[in-house]
């Protein structure tokens, strides 16, 4: 029988030439590991987060007005596209675990049927109750708080104590932070019927829209509607678009990396199966001679691909895509309040990379096979002539050819006559150095921008939040003692243009104020007199440029603003736009109420003195904040570790697969220099010259793309609300290439170990 002896010839093959095929399987696993691990985490995320909102309701619109009554109910519900409508109010109040510890409370007028809290523990709230509240889950745990204790809110000076009745998370509360990172033991949210405190005045409605609605055109409709409002849709509001943020740029990563790497991978493939054809040409010879037909043969040798890069690529799909997704999962969502995890299938992209990994194997495969079967059985059973010598480069200058010695002679031709090793080599370590010094480069740059907005943008060392209208900017300035003390005044405003809309945040800065530097390179930025100046990545957004016109739309006002922008801001993780103080006066929408007072070296015990102060909410201090931010992107952190592996893995298969096809192709050579006197330890030296050569170049080759891919990375992980900026240190650029040098150097000095083991008889022993 033909198939069964083709069959064992292919296991004999295989057993021979372990460490060959073992190669292509670890190469294949490798390319399509690194694409499974990021594609499984971000539709993870992404799966989870949009079931989580659908099965729950979650709301397409959050209209705040001065007064959510009965008649702004039915206004609503009358616009065509709306499906359902709740009033309800919020307020952050304080709670009777301690001064230090608020919670939100959202007050619901009727069932809480949009964003429908999902019950971890105990029972649903009923409508009658007026004394129960449910609670945030991570909050409960962080106060040992559990169904049937009593938690108590401070309203006007009373104690109002409420009955837990369950433990839920609710979908738009999905990230739960006061200022930047979720802090369970000082924030969190419970909610109760709106008939519990009669106090809080009902000044929201949420909807959520029919399926085929037209969303930009419901939202312009309510904005209509209700032109004193302020209408946050799910592209604006902050819990939702932090979530979803954070799951599409998990999926923009999966863009660049993983490819890189899955094409560093699949190219040594090729050159390795390539390699180990040419090598069979007496066994093609001898299969033709035995008559075995073409197809029979031409199968056999394209299962020397199909079968280790098939096994290859579903080893690294079926890993990657069931295991660190998993292991990862709690420190990448650590900021997010979901209730479940979903574990989506394998998606088609996914699949395409395995046909893909196969197809481009057996592609080269059938192109190194063809080459050789056009040729007759009798060509094929003689050793294949050695190509026509040619003189290199350097030989073609002789006063520098004539200075080199023996060794070096022989190792510059056998770098450039056996140019697509010695390029493949040089190419692999290029790729490994520049994955390597990306991985690194992302880490710097987090770090970099994180430090550079809270330690140069903000030039504060304390920001005082304030509530109410207590006091003018000029009494604050006056009463607080500290060595620079100025204020700010924060609102939520729409912004439109002719590209399109946004809910975004107006900040108004004093005259002359020196305290937010939002120029380039975090330097001063005069804001314009009469004009806006716009965060840069918005205007990217919305498509604005200097020059440009934009109209302002302020909760509780029918009038809008039109400005014109004067400057752009820079600021990476807040966007928004910026006035002057006498900007906004000439706009006569109000007295300069300060939100919040910036303060600069303030003097001992002057925090202590505001938080007395019944305005004061909290104090943010930019040291606390980097510490809070740099937690918050530990995920980030532990993808870039991922990401190291991977390339340090790829440096391993590459580096030992290369060193063992070098080996073999000149082990005649090495054999000869044996014969003729050469000690086995100057063997191994011109082994390692030649491919330290080859590190060394392609080692600094791979320092500039390794700093572009940065940048590339950086960028494609952007979104709406945050402008990435790569800072790649130069330690972390000559660390991952002293790694990369290293690595390759030990794995070489492990494999020059095989001069001892060469049989000098059987490797120079000829067909003939």
Known sequence: MVTPMLGRKLRRDMSRQVMQFLSIILLCTLGTFAYAVLDGIARMADVTVETYFEENNLADYWVTLPEADRTALSRMRSLPGIREVTARAQADLETTLSADVNVSVTAYDGPMDINRPYLIEGSAL?????????????????????????????????????????????????????????DPEAYGYILINARALPALPLTQIIATAQKDADRDALRALIEQAFPRALVVDRRSHSSTVRVRNDAQMFKNMTLIFPILAYFIACMIVMTTLSRMIDAQRLQIGTLKALGFPPRKIRGHYLSYAVVPALT?????????????????????????????????PISLPAWAMVALTVALAAGICWFSYHKAARETPAALLRPKPPKDGQRILLERIPPLWRRLGFNAKTVARNLLRSKLRSFMFFLG?????????????????????????????????????????????????RRIAAGAVECLMERSVTLRSVSGERTTVLTVLGDGQQLQRLGKGASLLELPEGGAAVTEKLCEVLGLSPGDEILL?????????????????????????????????????????????????????????????????????????????????????????VLEGIALALAFVICWNMGLMNFAERLREYAT????????????????????????????????????????????????????????????????SAITFGFSFVLQLLQTRRVRSIDMVEALKSVE
């Open 126 to 182: 009923d409508g009658s109750d007026l004394r129960g509240c449910l609670l945030q889950r991570d909050f409960a745990r962080a106060h040992a708080l559990s169904v049937g204790d009593r938690l108590g809110v401070r309203l006007g000076g009373e104690d109002i104590a409420f009955v837990v009745r369950g433990i839920v998370t609710s979908p738009e509360f999905v990230i739960v932070s006061e200022s930047i990172a979720a």
């Open 312 to 344: 290859g690529a579903l080893i690294g799909l079926f890993v990657g895509h069931t295991t660190l997704p998993h292991v990862l999962w709690n420190t990448l969502m650590s900021e997010c309040d979901l209730p479940y995890q979903l574990d989506p």
């Open 429 to 477: 370590i290029l790729f490994c150095n520049m994955l390597l010094i990306a991985s690194f480069g992302l880490q710097d740059s987090v770090k970099r921008l994180t430090y550079e907005h809270y330690g140069e943008v903000l030039h504060y060392d304390a920001l005082v939040r304030l509530s109410g209208t207590v006091g003018t900017a000029e009494s604050y300035e």
């Open 553 to 641: 739309n302020f909760p509780g006002d029918d009038e809008s603003v039109t400005l014109r922008i004067g400057a752009v801001a820079c600021n990476s993780f807040s966007q928004g736009v910026y006035l002057n103080r006498t900007t906004w006066e000439r706009l006569r929408k109000g007295p300069f109420t300060p939100t919040a007072v910036q303060l600069l070296d303030p003097a001992e015990g002057t925090a202590e003195r505001l938080l007395a102060m019944d305005e004061v909410e909290r104090i943010d201090y930019p040291s606390v904040q980097i510490a809070e931010t740099l937690r918050m992107l530990d995920s980030l952190s532990t993808i870039f570790a």
């Open 673 to 736: 220099l044996k014969v003729l006197g050469y000690h086995q330890r100057e063997i191994r030296n011109l082994i390692l010259s030649e491919n330290l050569i080859l590190t060394l170049l392609g080692t600094a080759a791979g320092i500039y793309p390794g700093v572009l891919l940065t940048f590339a990375i950086m960028r494609v992980c952007e979104s709406e609300t945050v402008r990435y900026t790569a800072y790649p240190d130069l330690r972390s650029v000559l660390i991952a």
